[in-house]
């Protein structure tokens, strides 16, 4: 029985990995996706009358600073559910989307 413990400490880790690397990469899709729905139409004056969808943009609707962010799209950390709702709220697509290939709602 203690040879198997190693062996269910290590699917553990790879678990984990996999569903912080699977959110870090339906964040990029969802954040992306946000960006080509934006009107491309900026105004020629400040540039800035459209928000400039970026990592950061998101950590600022959500209300995290930028480090804690970026971690959950480079896969370092994985952000709690209702952290993933809000996410999901800010670049309108569902919490599903985000959990996509982790659920069956593929």
């Known amino acids: 029985m203690k040879k198997e413990l190693p062996e269910l400490e290590e699917l553990t880790l790879l678990l984990v990995h996999n569903v912080k690397k ?42 995290v600073n930028k480090s804690t962010i970026v971690h959950y799209f480079q896969g370092n950390r994985t952000p709690s559910i209702p952290r993933l709702i809000q996410i999901a709220d800010a670049l309108d697509v569902s919490l599903f989307d985000l959990l996509k290939d982790l659920t069956n709602n593929q």
């Open 22 to 63: 699977t959110i870090a990469e339906n964040l990029h899709k969802a954040l992306e996706k946000k960006r080509m729905s934006a009107p491309k139409n900026r105004c020629e004056y400040c540039k800035q009358c459209l928000p400039h969808y970026t990592q950061e943009w998101v950590g600022k609707q959500i209300g």
